[in-house]
C-alpha cells in the first residue's frame, strides 16, 4: 500500500466547474504537506502548501486533516489551463526533508 | 535565475551499460534530493544530499545505483549494468534548506533497451 494514495482519475470538467480532489496518507508522522502541479513531460511544479487551518490561493483551497490524515484541493472556476496532474504530496515523517508522492490524479478541463 | 538543469535529458542504454546522470542545483541550495518517476507513477525517493554529505539513501532500489555530491554543488546519478526496469524519468530537486521548497529539474528520461 502506497503511503499517499490519491485517486487517479482522469477528472473531465468544462470551464468554469468546480473540481475537488483528495488525498489519504498513512505515516502520522508527517509534518509538511503540499499539492504539485504537473504537466505532462515536465517536472513537478509546487503549487502550494497544506496548513492545518486551511489555506487558500485566487481559485484555489488547500485542507489538511490531521486526525483523518485527510488532505483536500478545490479549484473553483476551472480553466482550461488547469488541465494538468496534481499531485498530493507529503513529506516522509523519519526523515523529515525527502517527499513522499501520491500517483496523481489527472484534470483535463474542456471548453 | 537559473534553475535546477539535468543532463543528459534522454538517455538510451543498453541493458547491461553503465550510465552516468547529472544535476546542476541552484546555486547556494545546501539540500539535494533525486527521485525517479516512472511512467503514470507519482516520483519516488532515491536519495539525499545535505551539502556534500548523503544523509539518507534508502530509497536506492538496488547496490547498482550509487549517487555522489563531492564538493556540495553538482551531483552524479550513477546507474551500473542497467535493466529495463530502471527505465524511468530521474528527477532532481534541490532546496535552499531541508525543509524548505524543492525546485525540481527537468528530469533525464533514461530508456533501457
Known amino acids: 500500500r502506497k503511503e499517499v494514495e490519491q485517486d487517479p482519475g482522469p477528472f473531465n470538467v468544462p470551464e468554469g466547474a468546480t473540481v475537488a480532489f483528495n488525498c489519504t496518507y498513512s505515516?502520522?508522522?508527517?509534518?509538511?504537506f503540499f499539492w504539485y502541479r504537473q504537466d505532462c513531460r515536465k517536472e513537478p511544479k509546487l503549487l502550494m502548501s497544506?496548513?492545518?487551518s486551511g489555506n487558500e490561493d485566487g481559485r484555489f483551497t488547500a485542507q489538511l486533516n490531521r486526525a483523518s490524515q485527510y488532505i483536500s484541493l478545490l479549484i473553483r472556476d476551472s480553466k482550461l489551463s488547469d488541465s494538468a496532474t496534481y499531485l498530493c504530496?507529503?513529506?516522509?515523517?523519519?526523515?523529515?526533508?525527502?517527499?513522499?508522492f501520491g500517483k496523481g490524479t489527472s484534470l483535463l478541463v474542456t471548453p | 535565475g537559473a534553475g535546477v538543469s539535468q543532463s543528459p535529458r534522454y538517455k538510451v542504454a543498453k541493458r547491461g551499460q553503465d550510465v552516468a546522470l547529472r544535476c546542476d542545483p541552484i546555486?547556494?541550495?545546501?539540500?539535494l534530493f533525486w527521485y525517479q518517476q516512472a511512467l503514470g507513477q507519482g516520483p519516488e525517493f532515491l536519495t539525499y544530499f545535505q551539502n556534500e554529505a548523503q544523509l539518507d539513501k534508502s530509497g536506492l532500489p538496488s547496490d547498482r545505483f550509487f549517487a555522489e555530491r563531492p564538493e556540495g554543488s553538482v551531483s552524479t546519478l550513477k546507474i551500473q549494468r542497467t535493466q529495463q526496469e530502471d527505465s524511468a524519468v530521474y528527477l532532481c530537486?534541490?532546496?535552499?534548506?531541508?525543509?524548505?521548497?524543492?525546485?525540481f529539474g527537468p528530469g533525464t528520461r533514461l530508456t533501457v533497451t
Open positions: 504530496v507529503v513529506n516522509m515523517g523519519n526523515s523529515g526533508y525527502a517527499l513522499n
Open positions: 505515516n502520522s508522522a508527517s509534518q509538511s
Open positions: 530537486a534541490s532546496s535552499l534548506a531541508g525543509q524548505g521548497e524543492q525546485y
Open positions: 546555486s547556494g541550495h545546501v539540500s
Open positions: 497544506v496548513y492545518s
